[in-house]
């Protein structure tokens, strides 16, 4: 379907000035009493007047979808929590809030985190006590220091005004409802990575808050069953957890107004809003709140002032590295969760697009990303840990003119055999490397081919056989 905006006003930049809605340079770190002005916990307060079991349901309907890449709905994965005192968990279950934004190309989460932490901190709490959760664990990555800062004081802020503390949500506050007298009690800590790219994987990030080594975990069993501490967990990412107080506060019907049905048919629909960092060879760089649905080419020339000193669009990174890229005959590609059904890559990611130009080496950008994840693979499984090591020195030797054409087949052969999808792998960093690099050879083929010198193959000679 068409793009068109068709929100009034935006939902989590609406206490940060964002274009096409105010000048940047107004933005400052909304304060607990800030964000209660101006309609803040709002949807707390209903969300205690309502069962647990009736939150829950409010953002399944709603149909909002993970935003920290995958796009797995909200609400469903709520639902896959054992109920309490059936788990054998002694009533201890854990929330663990992904902040670890490490991958390349993405800085969404930064922006909510920068300006606006209380908005995530009422999605937590939401989120904890439509669950029965008592117990939070804000994981942000080790190089987010400023952000860090902001989230210890807003949490430090929540305390002192009652949001979380042992006394229940709001100071306890007492309503009509039969669970517990809205007396659900909550802590929540802020816990900081050491700066490793792959416990922003679930269950890499649940070994980093036990102290141990970011290494994926093997599923089954999954971390709603046995996540942190060997208990029930749910693990959302911030900007998720973001629309959580929106959607209880104005209903799913309301949320379901904005955003898409799928570009693909038969395919989920994309509700909602998205923040989208655009960063690359554009005139505006920067984070825009926009319906999902709309076009990269919308997005480009409409938002962020067209391609950088007029030039030609060459290709786009839709959100991550790790997606893959859409080729220049990709342009008017829309931005929801079923891109990738439609356009080769491996989804929509964080929707953070790095564009590029015509001048732009698309050689140079593949070995870049062999370089990020052989730095980064944890080392854990073999296909991984070899093969990222074996496809960054190809790019190096396809990128200086030192390879053979038999090198760019041996090249797409490893970018095949290793990850999840083909089951030779725990987690999908094997599969974001080998994404990114097929998806560049396959839609810039030529300037490979161009870098690589013919595989000579020698003359058969038959023993025994005529000269003639």
């Known amino acids: 379907m068409p793009y068109s905006p068709k929100f009034a006003k935006p939902i989590l930049t609406a206490r940060i000035p964002t274009a096409p809605f105010g000048d940047p340079k107004d933005r400052h770190i909304v304060s607990y009493d800030e964000y209660v002005k101006t309609g803040g916990y709002a949807g707390l307060r209903k969300a205690l007047t309502m069962t647990p079991e009736a939150v829950v349901e409010e953002v399944k309907k709603s149909q909002l979808r993970g935003?920290?890449?995958?796009?797995?709905?909200?609400?469903?994965?709520?639902?896959?929590?054992?109920?309490?005192?059936?788990?054998?968990?002694?009533?201890?279950?854990?929330?663990?809030?992904?902040?670890?934004?490490?991958?390349?190309?993405?800085?969404?989460?930064?922006?909510?985190?920068?300006?606006?932490?209380?908005?995530?901190?009422?999605?937590?709490?939401?989120?904890?006590?439509?669950?029965?959760?008592?117990?939070?664990?804000?994981?942000?990555?080790?190089?987010?220091?400023?952000?860090?800062?902001?989230?210890?004081?807003?949490?430090?802020?929540?305390?002192?005004?009652?949001?979380?503390?042992?006394?229940?949500?709001?100071?306890?506050?007492?309503?009509?409802?039969?669970?517990?007298?809205?007396?659900?009690?909550?802590?929540?800590?802020?816990?900081?990575?050491?700066?490793?790219?792959?416990?922003?994987?679930?269950?890499?990030?649940?070994?980093?808050?036990?102290?141990?080594?970011?290494?994926?975990?093997?599923?089954?069993?999954?971390?709603?069953?046995?996540?942190?501490?060997?208990k029930p967990t749910i693990i959302n990412n911030v900007e998720t957890l973001a629309y959580v107080p929106s959607i209880v506060e104005n209903g799913s019907g309301w949320f379901a107004t904005m955003g898409c049905e799928s570009s693909f048919k038969g395919g989920a629909p994309s509700y909602g809003t998205k923040l989208m960092g655009v960063s690359g060879h554009v005139t505006r760089p920067g984070c825009y709140e926009l319906d999902l649905g709309i076009k990269l080419k919308d997005l480009v020339e409409q938002y962020c002032g067209g391609m950088r000193g007029g030039k030609r669009y060459k290709g786009a990174i839709p959100g991550g590295v790790s997606m893959g890229i859409l080729g220049p005959d990709q342009f008017e590609a829309e931005l929801d969760f079923d891109i990738g059904r439609k356009h080769n890559v491996l989804g929509l990611g964080t929707a953070g697009p790095t564009v590029f130009d015509e001048d732009t080496d698309m050689v140079a950008v593949?070995?870049?990303?062999?370089?990020?994840?052989?730095?980064?693979?944890?080392?854990?499984?073999?296909?991984?840990?070899?093969?990222?090591?074996?496809?960054?020195?190809?790019?190096?030797?396809?990128?200086?003119?030192?390879?053979?054409?038999?090198?760019?087949?041996?090249?797409?052969?490893?970018?095949?055999?290793?990850?999840?999808?083909?089951?030779?792998?725990?987690?999908?960093?094997?599969?974001?490397?080998?994404?990114?690099?097929?998806?560049?050879?396959?839609?810039?083929?030529?300037?490979?081919?161009?870098?690589?010198?013919?595989?000579?193959?020698?003359?058969?000679?038959?023993?025994?056989?005529?000269?003639?």
Not at 410 to 418: D, F, K, V, Y
């Open 366 to 468: 593949a070995r870049n990303i062999a370089r990020f994840f052989k730095h980064e693979s944890c080392g854990q499984c073999t296909p991984c840990r070899e093969g990222s090591g074996w496809l960054y020195q190809l790019m190096m030797r396809i990128e200086e003119g030192d390879a053979r054409t038999k090198d760019l087949d041996l090249a797409m052969e490893i970018a095949t055999s290793m990850g999840t999808m083909p089951g030779t792998t725990i987690c999908g960093l094997a599969d974001g490397n080998n994404w990114a690099i097929r998806t560049i050879m396959n839609k810039y083929w030529d300037e490979f081919t161009a870098r690589v010198k013919p595989t000579f193959v020698p003359m058969r000679v038959t023993v025994g056989a005529s000269a003639s």
């Open 67 to 230: 935003r920290g890449g995958a796009g797995f709905p909200c609400g469903l994965k709520w639902t896959f929590l054992p109920k309490p005192g059936a788990d054998g968990s002694g009533g201890q279950r854990y929330l663990a809030i992904n902040a670890d934004e490490s991958e390349p190309g993405t800085f969404k989460d930064r922006l909510l985190m920068d300006f606006d932490p209380h908005l995530v901190l009422e999605g937590i709490a939401i989120a904890c006590y439509a669950c029965r959760i008592p117990t939070a664990f804000f994981y942000i990555r080790g190089e987010y220091h400023h952000q860090a800062r902001v989230m210890e004081n807003a949490i430090k802020e929540a305390y002192d005004q009652g949001v979380f503390g042992a006394q229940g949500l709001l100071k306890g506050a007492a309503t009509q409802n039969p669970f517990n007298a809205g007396r659900w009690a909550v802590e929540c800590f802020l816990h900081r990575g050491a700066g490793a790219y792959i416990c922003g994987e679930e269950t890499a990030l649940l070994e980093g808050l036990e102290g141990k080594r970011g290494w994926p975990r093997n599923k089954p069993p999954f971390p709603a069953i046995k996540g942190l501490f060997g």
